[in-house]
């Protein structure tokens, strides 16, 4: 069983490892970013060199965290014509022949835990929809989730097929009794894809072919590993547990918990100085950090579902997956403790970088562009 739970450590959103993020000044003019965010973290780790985080070694021991800092002109002479999220040099992403989600996506959302509220399962679902909006309705402005999602539709299959445009928000169920307790292991989660796909009212349907069971668990559960490790991680269901290979996504509210790792940028550690939180998009800490969480499990759930695709790194344990080698960046110039250039909602001054459907804003991560080698969004300035 241990063995079983480690490997599901390696298709994590990790927490950010403070430490991990401290800036090594390498040339007087090159500032480079080690990102390697676990104990297990393959060697692969994205190193990225930032000419807009600017690095100060005194104030980065504090917490390792610059928050806010920035390059000025005579800090870096790097061309601009350089891209910083990311390096490809560094990066192997490769694929390992398995299958990725090329048909018709369904996500099936699981609501465990008492404290769910309908306006949080409003701004879930209504992320999960802005993937791939309805062509009837008024189509979100640019930059827009499902533009977001191109950037994972670039990865294909040994047939050349790429990964599905079709993704649709599928059955529901709720647990709100939580019958497998408060405090859930890894295995549990799967404990609770089995009860949700044998309930005796309403099972939640058994699609092999593009079905994703995405279990949200409100800030009432605590979740083995949740904010000392991960803030979200998937895998696929044991046969032996559920009945079948199903892939499948955990991701939990942080509120109350840990938001300054989970719901970062929305909430800050206290103990850096100066830090800024940025305003949540829909006003809710703990969901609109999650929604960058499931967004992160999305993509590669639906790029390496069953976890022998698309990953970096030589372990198959521990890979390295695209959502991965972007955490924390969210635009332009993202990376380190530097979110990138973000959208401000002008009526309520909350940070976003995706518009959705019904006028809903996100705040989404980057994905790993396999063409560009770098991380890509819908908010790039420059690509
Ligand atoms: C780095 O930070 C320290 C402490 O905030 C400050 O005294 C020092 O002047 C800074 N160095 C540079 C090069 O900005
Ligand atoms: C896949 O989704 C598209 C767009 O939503 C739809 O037009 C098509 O009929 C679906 N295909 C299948 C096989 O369900
Ligand atoms: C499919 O993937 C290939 C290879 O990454 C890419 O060139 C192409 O643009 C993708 N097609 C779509 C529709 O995203």
């Not at 404990?191 to 995405?214: E, F, Q």
Request: with cysteine.
């Amino acid at each position: 069983m241990g063995s079983v739970a480690r490997a599901g450590d390696s298709t994590a959103a990790r927490v950010p490892n403070v430490l991990a993020k401290i800036l090594l000044l390498v040339a007087r003019v090159v500032v480079v970013i080690v990102l390697n965010v676990t104990q297990h973290a393959p060697a692969v780790a994205a190193w990225r060199p930032w000419p807009h985080l600017y690095l100060n070694t005194t104030s980065a021991t504090v917490g390792g965290l610059g928050f806010g800092a920035r390059a000025t002109d005579s800090d870096l002479d790097l061309g601009a014509s350089k891209k910083f999220e990311g390096s490809s040099e560094f990066v192997q992403l490769r694929y390992h022949m398995g299958p990725v989600l090329t048909a018709n996506i369904t996500v099936h959302p699981i609501w465990y835990g008492r404290q769910w509220s309908r306006a949080q399962k409003r701004i879930i679902r209504s992320f999960l929809r802005s993937i791939s909006p309805s062509s009837s309705g008024v189509p979100p402005r640019r930059p827009s989730v499902a533009a977001w999602w191109r950037t994972v539709r670039l990865y294909t299959d040994q047939t050349g097929a790429n990964i599905s445009a079709a993704v649709a928000l599928g059955a529901e169920k709720s647990d709100r009794r939580l019958s497998r307790g408060a405090s859930l292991s890894r295995l549990d989660i799967q404990g609770v894809i089995r009860d949700a796909v044998t309930a005796k009212t309403r099972p939640l349907p058994v699609n092999a072919r593009g079905g994703l069971y995405l279990v949200l668990t409100s800030p009432d559960v605590a979740v083995e590993d949740f904010c000392g490790q991960v803030c979200g991680f998937h895998y696929f269901t044991f046969p032996s547990i559920v009945g079948y290979a199903l892939p499948y996504a955990w991701a939990g509210n942080s509120a109350g918990r840990c938001p300054e790792v989970c719901a970062y940028p929305f909430a800050v550690p206290s103990y850096v100085p100066g830090a800024r939180a940025e305003r949540a998009p829909n006003g809710d800490v703990g969901v609109d950090g999650m929604v960058s969480v499931v967004a992160h499990e999305l993509a590669e759930m639906a790029s390496n579902p069953l976890v022998n695709a698309w990953y970096a790194g030589a372990d198959p344990c521990f890979p390295t997956e695209i959502a991965d080698l972007c955490e924390g960046i969210y635009g332009t110039g993202g990376g380190g403790a530097y979110t990138g250039q973000l959208l401000l909602d002008r009526r309520t001054g909350a940070a976003y970088n995706a518009n959705g459907v019904g006028g809903r804003r996100f705040l989404v991560q980057w994905i790993w562009n396999p063409i560009l080698n770098y991380c890509s969004g819908p908010n790039a300035l420059d690509q």
